[in-house]
């Protein structure tokens, strides 16, 4: 599931409250700290919380409690792009080494 397909899940007017951390997609819809979708006014489902959950008073085996519905993964685009840096970069440096080789041999 995306970051936008997890917006879908916010708990309001009747609908699933999903929940993202570390990866992971919690369904804390039957819980009651997370009436219509607010958890006590400090997080709202349909969003990932790896961040917040950090600073939370409580330990993450909390969340992890929760059913696993799904995990989180980037959307398409920024899949394809994630990681690669600037490639061009990686182009020259490969070709300098090669030519540094050349020049030692």
Same mark, same amino acid.
């Given at each position: 599931?995306?970051?936008?397909?997890? *917006?879908?899940?916010?708990?309001?007017?009747?609908?699933?409250a999903y929940v993202?951390?570390?990866?992971?997609?919690?369904?804390?819809?039957?819980?009651?700290l997370w009436s219509?979708?607010?958890?006590?006014?400090?997080?709202?489902?349909?969003?990932?919380? +790896?961040?917040?959950?950090? +600073?939370?008073?409580?330990?993450?085996?909390?969340?992890?409690?929760? +059913?696993?519905?799904?995990?989180?993964? *980037?959307? #398409?685009?920024?899949?394809?792009? #994630?990681?690669s840096g600037k490639?061009?970069?990686?182009?020259?440096?490969?070709?300098?080494?090669?030519?540094? !080789?050349?020049? !030692?041999?």
């Amino acid at each position: 599931m995306t970051p936008e397909e997890l *917006k879908q899940y916010d708990g309001r007017d009747g609908r699933k409250a999903y929940v993202a951390v570390n990866g992971k997609i919690y369904d804390v819809t039957d819980s009651p700290l997370w009436s219509d979708g607010d958890h006590q006014g400090d997080h709202q489902a349909g969003c990932d919380l +790896t961040e917040e959950l950090k +600073t939370a008073p409580h330990v993450r085996s909390v969340i992890e409690r929760f +059913t696993v519905v799904g995990e989180l993964r *980037k959307p #398409a685009a920024a899949a394809d792009g #994630a990681g690669s840096g600037k490639p061009w970069i990686v182009g020259i440096l490969l070709l300098a080494l090669v030519l540094v !080789i050349m020049l !030692i041999f």
